[in-house]
T-cell receptor, first 112, second 118 residues
Framework: SQTIHQWPATLVQPVGSPLSLECTVE??????LYWYRQAAGRGLQLLFY??????ISSEVPQNLSASRPQDRQFILSSKKLLLSDSGFYLC???????????FGSGTRLTVV | AQKVTQAQTEISVVEKEDVTLDCVYE???????LFWYKQPPSGELVFLIR??????QNEISGRYSWNFQKSTSSFNFTITASQVVDSAVYFC???????????????FGTGTRLKVLA
């Protein structure tokens, strides 16, 4: 069966520090991968999606970047965090049909 | 562009009451898919249901039921005899085809926080 792992679960980082959040999927190949952010009390905003290795599409301009160095690995990064980067980050995967997402457990990022 | 509106930001009910969560969507796609997800306090989103645009039959699963009305672009979710464990944020989502790929992304509403009081 397919599983999705996301880590770390929580992170407190100072302003200006770098960020790396990792997400991996098991039990499937060539998944579509997604990064979402949920700000406190807000909905889910799609940040990046990837339909294949090294194929990254950004939905909104921001201080973050994403990479997919391997088929089932998706990384969210920043060189210098801003206070506004705080939020709950969710990784998700989907197949190629309209079956919806399977989400990871999320990373709660607090930038101080 | 696709859009999902969940006008109810927060709803509080007393246990055993019925509650309906509203979802209104906008899309120009002739074929599309609608979803509901539950986000308990732990944070992880849990899939509840998928409905395609060609199937307007209402669906019931235990205490949960969904009313899809294409004419009003709505996909409402009702919990019958609510329980404290139903307390969560509920998201409605709509499919959108990703350009040049034939696959999908999903547009989420802002969510409705449901509080069920004992």
């Amino acid at each position: 069966s397919q599983t999705i792992h996301q880590w770390p679960a929580t992170l407190v980082q100072p302003v200006g520090s770098p960020l790396s959040l990792e997400c991996t999927v098991e039990g499937t190949s060539n998944p579509n991968l997604y990064w979402y952010r949920q700000a406190a009390g807000r909905g889910l905003q799609l940040l990046f999606y990837s339909i294949g290795i090294d194929q990254i599409s950004s939905e909104v301009p921001q201080n973050l970047s994403a990479s997919r160095p391997q088929d089932r690995q998706f990384i969210l990064s920043s060189k210098k965090l801003l206070l506004s980067d705080s939020g709950f980050y969710l990784c998700a995967w989907s197949g190629w049909g309209p079956d919806g997402y399977t989400f990871g457990s999320g990373t709660r990022l607090t930038v101080v | 562009a696709q859009k999902v509106t969940q006008a109810q930001t927060e709803i509080s009910v007393v246990e055993k009451e019925d509650v309906t969560l509203d979802c209104v969507y906008e899309t120009r796609d002739t074929t599309y898919y609608l979803f509901w997800y539950k986000q308990p306090p732990s944070g992880e989103l849990v899939f509840l249901i998928r409905r395609n645009s060609f199937d307007e039959q209402n669906e019931i699963s235990g205490r949960y039921s969904w009313n899809f009305q294409k004419s009003t672009s709505s996909f409402n979710f009702t919990i019958t005899a609510s329980q404290v464990v139903d307390s969560a944020v509920y998201f409605c989502a709509l499919s959108a085809v990703l350009p040049f790929s034939g696959t999908y992304k999903y547009i989420f509403g802002t969510g409705t926080r449901l509080k069920v009081l004992a």
